[in-house]
């Protein structure tokens, strides 16, 4: 594990698969969901560099994992609505720069995945694979995170998670809090979406409490330019639940890929 000051902020970073080489194919960067984290990936990240042939890189974002935590998370601390473009348009590039990788293949889940379509709006990337993506709110998401609240203030979702995290409250409530504030019912990516320059690819599982199908299907992109799955058998994380063939589709996708 590497630790990185990151804007004043010790990010917890992982290398995972090869070393890169001059004249490598673009690393992968791994970007959890709400409640993630380098440890929460598990050994996937390192399963998919070896099947793609590509170095990678998993982090845990400010409050999570072993990073820095966010003080008074729940008063002065709370994230804003748009922390989702903050991490995306200030902290990934960043981030990226210090990594010293240029045009990345970002491979983000749920949060994750949103951050991802949001950097690839501004920022060079080689490819965008979203996995459970939420590009606007909907009311099946509030309802599913809503029931996170109770699973975790009943204790069973809290320690679980506890493995996981230094902060485990503060990781929980971050993610909570502003997903169920007033202001961020609003958060629509679908318009930033449209400025995406590099390929997509898009899995959704069919049975995900937390986002229909809407989802992927309103990442508004040329055919040629997007890719989407609705996986069958699979709920809010397509690379646990259908590990094996979320894997396949990412390594078809990226193969002809430089």
């Not at 971050?174 to 019912?185: E, K, T």
């Amino acid at each position: 594990m590497t630790v990185l000051d990151i804007q004043g902020v010790r990010l917890e970073v992982q290398p995972v698969g090869h070393h890169a080489t001059p004249g490598d194919r673009a690393p992968l960067v791994f970007l959890h969901e709400g409640l993630g984290s380098v440890a929460l990936w598990r050994d996937w990240p390192a399963a998919l560099c070896q099947a793609t042939g590509r170095a990678g890189w998993v982090y845990s974002r400010r409050g999570y994992g072993q990073s820095d935590p966010v003080p008074d998370v729940r008063h002065s601390g709370r994230l804003k609505p748009d922390y989702l473009h903050t991490e995306a348009w200030d902290v990934l590039p960043a981030l990226c720069k210090a990594l010293h990788i240029e045009r990345p293949v970002l491979v983000g889940h749920s949060d994750g995945a949103s951050i991802a379509l949001l950097h690839a709006s501004r920022e060079p990337v080689s490819a965008c694979v979203v996995l459970a993506p939420h590009v606007m709110v909907e009311a099946v998401s509030i309802t599913a995170i809503e029931a996170a609240r109770t699973a975790f203030e009943s204790g069973v979702l809290r320690e679980r998670l506890a493995r996981f995290h230094a902060d485990v409250d503060g990781a929980f409530w971050q993610w909570n809090d502003v997903w169920l504030s007033p202001g961020f019912r609003s958060f629509d990516i679908r318009p930033e979406c449209r400025s995406i320059s590099a390929p997509v690819l898009a899995l959704q599982g069919r049975d995900d409490p937390y986002g229909s199908l809407a989802q992927i299907e309103h990442i508004a992109l040329p055919p040629a330019q997007i890719t989407r799955h609705a996986l069958s058998a699979c709920g809010h994380s397509p690379h646990r639940e259908q590990a094996a063939l979320s894997t396949q589709l990412i390594t078809a996708f990226l193969a002809p890929l430089a």
